[in-house]
């Protein structure tokens, strides 16, 4: 083993019974991107070895329930994304979305790029770089972003990659609210938009996760193909996936 790396430190849980209500039919290629976590995510320190066995609840599941925010053939771009929380999730849950795992460090697209790989995802692309240099020539209808930065500092490399009407999504703790409002001042200088705090995934993950959405309005890159912006998806909307 080599130095610096971390050995698998606890058993894998079998997944939970609200995992097969989250991933559909996705729960096989979820619980084998689980057991890559588990196991080359520890050895190669992407994760710790005390994460695996609250993988699903505090990782996979708390993630995945990110999608209800996220419309129909949608574009995401994971700024930051480590080890694939939480845009692997969302492009293996959603195949009608196009994903681009944004990632500055080498061992990490590795992972990424073998994970992407193993799960057979297509419309998962891994990227290396750093989101502010992605300025000018990446644009999105969504960027996701997982333990990153303060939010002040996120919206900075995140909105200049946004269409206009796309959103940031990124996911917070217990003090999302006073992040937002220390930060949304400074924010709002950065690009015209509207901001708020939201929780997904009521009665699929406890807690539910929490999520400040920064929604631009300025114009901002080209448009999104086919025209018009995405519109949000509505319960009867047909899923990119069956349930």
Same mark, same amino acid.
């Given at each position: 083993?080599?130095?610096?790396?971390?050995?698998?430190?606890?058993?894998? #849980?079998?997944?939970?019974?609200?995992?097969?209500?989250?991933?559909?039919?996705?729960?096989?290629?979820?619980?084998?991107?689980?057991?890559?976590?588990?196991?080359?995510?520890?050895?190669?320190?992407?994760?710790? &070895?005390?994460?695996?066995?609250?993988?699903?609840?505090?990782?996979?599941?708390?993630?995945?329930?990110?999608?209800?925010?996220?419309?129909?053939?949608?574009?995401?771009?994971?700024?930051?994304?480590?080890?694939?929380?939480?845009?692997?999730?969302?492009?293996?849950?959603?195949?009608?979305?196009?994903?681009?795992?944004?990632? #500055?460090?080498?061992?990490?697209?590795?992972?990424?790029?073998?994970?992407?790989?193993?799960?057979?995802?297509?419309?998962?692309?891994?990227?290396?770089?750093?989101?502010?240099?992605?300025?000018?020539?990446?644009?999105?209808?969504?960027?996701?972003?997982?333990?990153?930065?303060?939010?002040?500092?996120?919206?900075?490399?995140?909105?200049?990659?946004?269409?206009? $009407?796309?959103?940031?999504?990124?996911?917070?703790?217990?003090?999302?609210?006073?992040?937002?409002?220390?930060?949304?001042?400074?924010?709002?200088?950065?690009?015209?938009?509207?901001?708020?705090?939201?929780?997904? $995934?009521?009665?699929?993950?406890?807690?539910?996760?929490?999520?400040?959405?920064?929604?631009?309005?300025?114009?901002?890159? &080209? &448009?999104? #193909?086919?025209?018009?912006?995405?519109?949000?998806?509505? $319960?009867?909307?047909?899923? $990119?996936?069956?349930?």
């Amino acid at each position: 083993m080599t130095s610096g790396t971390e050995e698998p430190g606890a058993t894998l #849980p079998a997944p939970p019974p609200q995992a097969g209500a989250v991933f559909g039919d996705t729960l096989p290629t979820a619980a084998r991107y689980a057991e890559l976590l588990a196991d080359d995510g520890v050895r190669r320190g992407l994760i710790g &070895p005390r994460e695996v066995p609250r993988l699903w609840e505090r990782h996979l599941i708390n993630c995945a329930v990110v999608e209800e925010l996220i419309p129909e053939g949608a574009e995401v771009v994971d700024i930051g994304s480590g080890a694939g929380l939480p845009g692997l999730v969302l492009g293996l849950l959603r195949p009608d979305v196009r994903v681009t795992l944004l990632e #500055p460090l080498l061992r990490r697209t590795v992972f990424l790029d073998e994970a992407v790989e193993t799960l057979g995802l297509a419309n998962v692309e891994v990227r290396r770089g750093r989101a502010e240099e992605a300025h000018g020539e990446l644009y999105t209808d969504f960027v996701t972003a997982r333990a990153v930065a303060p939010l002040g500092r996120l919206a900075g490399w995140s909105l200049p990659l946004l269409r206009k $009407g796309g959103s940031l999504l990124a996911l917070k703790g217990e003090q999302a609210e006073a992040e937002l409002a220390e930060a949304e001042k400074d924010v709002s200088k950065l690009r015209p938009g509207v901001c708020d705090v939201i929780r997904v $995934g009521r009665g699929k993950v406890d807690p539910a996760t929490t999520v400040v959405r920064v929604t631009v309005t300025s114009d901002g890159g &080209p &448009p999104a #193909p086919g025209g018009s912006q995405k519109k949000a998806r509505s $319960g009867k909307k047909k899923r $990119g996936r069956k349930r």
